[in-house]
């Protein structure tokens, strides 16, 4: 019996139980135990969050037709892009730049690779820069040329 292996039967005791309800001991099995509370709990969260991170579906900048471009092809052009510029940033969720900012700029480079206009009020991306951090009472530098550098250094 060296290489005889025993087989061992296991049974189910709640399942070979008989479905009649007037059988002692028997109930139905419950597919509302608390595993399903549970994941329907996280099935909850995970659709609260996922609304929370949301995409940008339009831009916030103006573009303008293009030179010579008829009003259905600046509007083919705009799907476009819209569509192109919500891949982009749907690709890079959880980056450290803005949605709505990353949207904007692939937009608008898009558009302007199309041949339209993206106007530049305050700088060209429409964004204007942070106030600078240099006071304003900073007197200009003196006239002349600058004085030579010092001795030594390899400049």
Do not use: N
Request: with cysteine; aromatic share 6%; glycine share 10%.
């Amino acid at each position: 019996m060296g290489g005889a292996r025993s087989t061992h039967l296991v049974i189910d005791t709640a399942a070979a139980r008989t479905s009649s309800a007037g059988v002692r001991g028997w109930r139905p099995r419950s597919v509302c135990g608390p595993r399903a509370s549970v994941s329907a709990l996280v099935a909850i969260a995970v659709t609260v969050l996922a609304g929370c991170a949301t995409v940008p579906t339009a831009p916030s900048v103006m573009v303008l037709p293009g030179q010579g471009k008829t009003f259905e092809e600046f509007q083919t052009d705009d799907a476009s892009c819209r569509q192109s510029a919500t891949q982009a940033v749907a690709a890079v969720q959880g980056s450290s730049v803005p949605s709505q900012y990353r949207f904007d700029m692939t937009y608008m480079q898009c558009m302007y690779a199309s041949g339209h206009q993206v106007p530049g009020s305050r700088g060209r991306s429409g964004y204007s820069a942070p106030p600078s951090s240099m006071p304003g009472d900073v007197p200009p530098p003196p006239p002349g040329p600058p004085p030579p550098p010092p001795p030594g250094s390899t400049r």
